[in-house]
């Protein structure tokens, strides 16, 4: 049987897509290249995470959610510019993507850095576009995304922190570091950016927060753990929980953050089903 | 005996640099290496045109020009992240920028590529921070430079299109749609972004997106003489004006644009003056 969040998946995720397919250039469109390889990145049967917490955390207030889909395509297009990028030679050296032939393989890596290039910009032209909401507001969005996409604090400095740890033993606060920029900061953004954008308070905004931390940590744990089952990372020397903690204790870990986070998601009552939903989901998916 | 264009130059660049320095993470901000090379990338002599071009374009209409000075480095981060990325071995591959290494040389092809996505990143979140403007100006100003910087008719239209014309023979046509897009987009939405935030009337605008479409072919043309000269494009076969007029015509056919660029810049009378005596630079640069 299926349960809400399950459900609001199924509904929501066609509008991301239909929307991604509106937002990204045609394949046509000059020159070709460069939008088939955006589009062949974007629209990949991704499992849309981050735009469905960002359209969810629009849904703790708003019943019509329509308004938010391009900024949570902004959000999406962010995520997959930093796949491209990452599976790049010089970077992690990935060819395959969910199954399929990474951008750089299937194109050339210079194709693959430009519609990298190409994504970022266009989520950041997306939002100048969005007319929905205050303009205010959607500079707010621009700041929140520039800083989780950025070097400071953001995926740029996480997915630095992590190629410099590769080989290295790192400590368990190190990874946390390096896990909340790269993983965390974009969850975090999309959930609070879907909130802010719904009209949240300052007190949920903190809520939010909090609520996003835990998950994002949790979702990075629950990742470490698939993949040394398959013991790619273990491989490749990079820094996982499980490298650090061993499963039993990792499963611990973010079991326990889940539960923080799901208590956070009650104090929401009904409009928080889907992100209490959403903490069950990482659990079972793999824990 | 110096011209006012120079004494203008002398005054803005100094205060791009001061304000890009404060812009940019410190070496010491975490993770320090893509900082490094961020700084490295940026703050390393280069001739701050299309900032100048930004500020000149605002001066036309204000005379403080403190506040358009984030802005114009927000145009000079973008200028400078495409340098990093057009370096890269898998696009022009070229070992040195303003006589040093460039920046995969003096780093590693992974940071050059964070590098180049960090100023991208920061640019889109200096112009969300910047409050000296209304956020529906700012918001414009995301748009223009999202499409000047982007993948259907900025920047990276033209890269593309540039690394597909490699030693293939192409029309005059397609070489200046190559140019319009690779070097125009930028340099017309600089001047273009200063004059509208400085009040320019619509059909100031009009006169400024004129002025820059010449000035943006022009300068490419005499970078392509100038490169001629030195046989680099050449070996390579990148396609050029040179190679297609010989030196004599495209001259000639540079003079022309910068003369029709100076009758336009001529109809803003006295406040013109920057944008007219920026075509006697490029005529007289090198031609």
Redesign the interface.
């Given at each position: 049987m299926k349960n809400e969040l399950s459900v609001f998946f199924d509904r929501v995720v066609p509008e991301i897509e239909a929307t991604l397919d509106k937002l990204l250039?045609a394949q046509s469109?000059?020159?070709p290249?460069?939008?088939k390889a955006?589009r062949y990145s974007t629209l990949n049967g991704g499992k849309r995470i981050r735009p469905c917490l960002c359209v969810a955390g629009y849904s703790i207030y708003k019943d019509d959610w329509t308004p938010i889909l391009p900024v949570a395509c902004a959000i999406e297009m962010i995520h997959n510019?930093s796949l491209i990028?990452d599976d790049?030679p010089?970077?992690d050296d990935d060819d395959f993507r969910r199954g399929r032939p990474s951008c750089h393989k299937q194109f050339?890596?210079?194709?693959a850095?430009?519609?990298?290039?190409?994504l970022?910009?266009?989520a950041?032209?997306t939002?100048?576009?969005t007319n929905s909401f205050?303009?205010?507001s959607?500079?707010?969005v621009?700041?929140t995304l520039?800083?989780a996409?950025?070097?400071?604090r953001?995926m740029?400095?996480g997915?630095?922190?992590d190629?410099?740890a590769e080989g290295m033993s790192v400590t368990a606060s190190h990874l946390e570091a390096i896990h909340r920029s790269k993983t965390g900061a974009l969850l975090t953004a999309s959930v609070w950016i879907g909130a802010y954008l719904g009209g949240a308070s300052t007190g949920d905004l903190e809520k939010i927060t909090r609520y996003c931390e835990r998950i994002g940590l949790a979702f990075q744990i629950v990742d470490d753990i698939l993949d040394e089952k398959q013991s790619r990372d273990r491989d490749r020397g990079k820094a996982t929980y499980p490298a650090i903690y061993g499963i039993d204790k990792s499963r611990e870990i973010a079991r326990n953050l889940l539960n923080e986070a799901r208590a956070t998601a009650d104090t929401f009552g009904g409009r928080g089903l889907m992100l209490r939903q959403f903490c069950d989901y990482l659990e079972h998916r793999q824990l």
């Open positions: 250039p469109v000059s020159p290249q460069v939008h955006m510019y990028h790049l010089a970077m050339n890596e210079a194709i850095i430009l519609a990298g290039d190409g970022l910009t266009l950041f032209e939002l100048g576009q205050s303009a205010d959607i500079l707010q621009v700041r520039g800083l996409a950025g070097s400071t953001g740029i400095a997915q630095v922190l190629l410099e």
